[in-house]
Nanobody, 125 residues
């Protein structure tokens, strides 16, 4: 599967952005999906994940209550809605896919097999 992330840009603190991850080459219903981010000089970290069917989600504590992950398997797309943005949310955001047959979200970076190219989010105070 190939992943293409989009929707990044600049926002003021307190604002919102909506990231999309469009998949091609396979149907994402076979994949657990996730979003990760990497700030300059830092490790890539988990942001949010969603199970294959979309019924289960998981969030990093730092974004819980502000970000929402969703998926539309028919459209082969995953969305990360980011509200109440903070300057510390500034990073390159990556979508990722893990081919597996279970039905739980995955938080570990090394469990994901496929990665998109990343989209930059910049939040100013």
């Amino acid at each position: 599967v190939q992943l293409q992330a989009s929707g990044g840009g600049s926002a003021q603190a307190g604002g919102s952005l909506r990231l999309s991850c469009a998949a091609s080459g396979d149907n994402i219903s076979r994949y657990a999906m996730g979003w990760f981010r990497q700030a300059p000089g830092k490790e890539r970290e988990f942001v949010a994940a969603i199970s294959r069917g979309g019924g289960l989600t998981s969030y990093a504590d730092s974004v819980k209550g502000r970000f929402t992950i969703s998926r539309d398997n028919a459209k082969n797309m995953v969305v990360l809605q980011m509200n109440s943005l903070k300057p510390e949310d500034t990073a390159v955001y990556y979508c990722a896919a893990d081919l597996w047959f279970g039905n739980s979200p995955k938080r570990a970076r090394d469990e994901y097999d496929y990665w998109g190219q990343g989209t930059l989010v910049t939040v100013s105070s």
